[in-house]
């Protein structure tokens, strides 16, 4: 079975420093992955490359078969969901629905199943600015998934968000996965591990391939050995 996303010697510099170092992974179809750092590891620099929305130094990117670096055609079968807010802030939610629903040629019904599903009624007419993070996510995924993309990348998509968007959000992944859609999702906080199927964890540009409950001793591990040395270093 072929993967959806390839990554071969990945390779990412800028100026004198490498962002990513010979990165190399495949994600089959249907399958949830993780990937997880903390600030600076280069998730995010990793997202946008596979996204398209950022050249790299060298080495391979497929997606759906196709080389990110010569051609965007599998851009109208993915969805996005950027950290940093990508929505028309000068739009409210029902614009921002319908605008992109007319980018990615979604129809009516579709939108408002994305308003049904998220649950994004009451927030119809509130401008962007108006609207608590949790709430904006949710509409950030709804508009990433409107025209039913084979492939979702999302970075940092339930960071300090609050628990029934966090809810929302983790029933549609899982609803999305379970239509034969292929997720990967980046975060920093180490508890989402658990609804992944595999982990990739940067750490200074480095890559590391973990099962969930191996990314979860790893941090605990990590965790445990700089408590030990701060105890020494304050015990000297």
Known sequence: MEPIIKVSNLVQKRK??????????????????????TKSSGKTTLMHILAGIAPF????????????????????????????????????????????AVLKNASRNDVQEMIER??????????????KKGVLQRLALACAILNHPKVLIADELMENIDLYSQSIILRELK?????????????ST????????????????????????????EWDRQGKMYRENLLRTECV
């Open 118 to 131: 998220f649950e994004l009624q009451e927030y119809l007419n509130e401008p962007l600015n108006f609207l």
């Open 175 to 187: 609803s999305f996965k379970a239509g034969g859609g292929t997720c990967l999702w980046a975060f």
């Open 57 to 100: 130094s060298s080495g391979l990117v497929e997606i759906l078969g196709m080389d990110a670096s010569k051609s965007e055609k599998f851009k109208r079968y993915l969805g996005l969901v950027t950290e940093e807010n990508s929505l028309f802030q000068d739009m409210t939610v029902a614009e921002n629905l319908d605008f992109i």
């Open 16 to 37: 004198h420093r490498t962002i990513l170092q010979e990165i190399s992974f495949e994600v089959p179809p249907g399958e949830w992955w993780g990937v997880f750092g």
């Open 190 to 217: 180490i508890d989402f591990c658990k609804y992944v199927e595999r982990v990739i964890w940067l750490e200074d540009g480095k890559m590391t391939l973990f099962k969930p409950e191996e990314a979860l001793q």
